[in-house]
């Protein structure tokens, strides 16, 4: 993890878990990562190929210039890309890992913004793990994000990693909390990155790699 927001996010999230596998979608307080929101998510599984964004953060909708909420993650992604975040997901909710992405994101006028994803198991009730919680961070705040649409993204790295077989940072939920709320995290510097948006791969077409799938099940605000 390269952004301060995703470190936080996962310290967080370590926390919450208390050693378990996830913590509680319900354990999960809105106030406590409030600096962090603008660039959180949280995705359901559905089903296999569908896994739909519950909620998603003001400066994410900003940044894609799009209302998230109900549309498919895996929508955004053709090709290779789209097999190895659905591997991801797959591996996030089915033994517990969190996925690291780093991508690029591209307009059609070819302009290119650098991404770091994370994506962390979250529990029901009962245990099952059917949502995952997540933040999607630009690496440098450019200026035109959110005046055009990003209309492809593509993977430069995914990490899939162990929790448990990190680096121990021992952190009571309240700690992180009160140092998130004290700390604005900063953007990380350019050339970490944002200097993988200048290696495009070849692309098999050029349709886009943003499409917009319009959720079939219609539900009421996620409060729980």
């Known amino acids: 993890?390269?952004?301060?927001?995703?470190?936080?996010?996962?310290?967080?999230?370590?926390?919450?878990?208390?050693?378990?596998?996830?913590?509680?979608?319900?354990?999960?307080?809105?106030?406590?990562i409030k600096r962090l929101l603008p660039y959180v998510f949280i995705l359901e599984r559905q089903d296999d190929w569908s896994?739909?964004?519950?909620?998603?953060?003001?400066?994410?909708c900003s940044a894609y210039g799009m209302e998230f909420r109900g549309h498919n993650i895996l929508s955004m992604w053709q090709d290779?890309?789209?097999?190895?975040?659905?591997?991801?997901?797959e591996d996030v909710t089915g033994a517990a890992n969190i996925a690291i992405v780093?991508?690029?994101?591209?307009?059609?006028?070819?302009?290119?913004?650098?991404?770091?994803?994370?994506?962390?198991?979250?529990?029901?009730?009962n245990g099952a793990i059917a949502r995952i919680l997540g933040a999607a961070v630009p690496a440098e705040q450019h200026a035109w994000i959110g005046d055009h649409l990003l209309?492809?993204?593509w993977i430069d790295r995914l990490q899939i990693l162990n929790p448990e077989k990190m680096p121990k940072r021992e952190y009571k939920a309240e700690s992180v909390a009160r140092r998130i709320m004290r700390e604005k995290p900063p953007v990380i510097a350019s050339g970490t990155?944002?200097?993988?948006?200048?290696?495009?791969p070849p692309m098999r077409s050029e349709r886009?790699?943003?499409?917009?799938?319009?959720?079939?099940?219609?539900?009421t605000e996620d409060h729980k």
């Open 208 to 219: 886009s790699y943003l499409r917009l799938v319009k959720s079939a099940i219609h539900r």
């Open 193 to 200: 990155i944002a200097n993988m948006a200048m290696r495009r």
């Open 80 to 89: 290779d890309c789209l097999d190895n975040i659905k591997h991801a997901l």
């Open 102 to 125: 780093e991508y690029t994101a591209a307009t059609s006028q070819q302009r290119e913004a650098a991404f770091e994803m994370i994506l962390m198991p979250l529990a029901a009730e």
């Open 151 to 153: 209309a492809r993204q």
């Open 51 to 60: 896994y739909a964004f519950r909620l998603a953060g003001t400066g994410l």
């Open 1 to 32: 993890m390269k952004h301060k927001t995703n470190q936080a996010l996962f310290d967080y999230w370590n926390a919450m878990r208390a050693g378990r596998l996830a913590p509680k979608r319900s354990e999960i307080e809105p106030g406590d």
